[in-house]
């Protein structure tokens, strides 16, 4: 049997931390698009999980609140957060995944993007509480 050269796929942490939450799924809604939803709502864009490249950095696109909140991370991380395209004016930012926002802040807006979304569902929808 011949041995792959491909190099293993190391699991992505984004999507992981995604996943863990309750009711989190992945889903491949355009070819190569990752991102993670509750429900039938997105509340992270992975893009194609590849590392940074000659393009620029990797991102992940979070749900923030309404513009307001959106715009108030715009200032907080200046250079490291841009208005999602297409969808920025209803509260998405893209965050930059180069060190530049610390991983705890990232993990808290994951989580931040993730209640916003649960909370817009029919409360049927909603998958159990944490604790």
């Not at 992981?16 to 709502?41: F, M, N, S, T, Y």
């Not at 979070?62 to 004016?89: I, M, N």
């Not at 965050?95 to 916003?116: C, K």
Request: with cysteine; net charge negative.
């Amino acid at each position: 049997m011949a041995q792959s050269t491909e190099p293993a796929q190391r699991p992505d942490p984004w999507l992981e931390h995604c996943l863990a939450l309750p009711g989190a799924w992945r889903d491949e809604p355009w070819e190569g698009q990752v991102v993670a939803k509750v429900g039938p709502k997105i509340f992270a864009f992975l893009g194609g999980l590849r590392p940074s490249t000659a393009d620029g950095p990797r991102t992940i696109g979070l749900k923030c609140g309404d513009r307001e909140a959106a715009d108030l991370l715009l200032e907080r991380y200046p250079g490291s957060v841009t208005a999602l395209p297409y969808v920025g004016r209803w509260g998405w930012n893209a965050f930059r995944l180069d060190g530049s926002i610390p991983d705890d802040d990232l993990a808290e807006l994951v989580e931040r993007s993730y209640e916003v979304v649960v909370a817009s569902l029919p409360r049927s929808r909603r998958p159990p509480t944490r604790h």
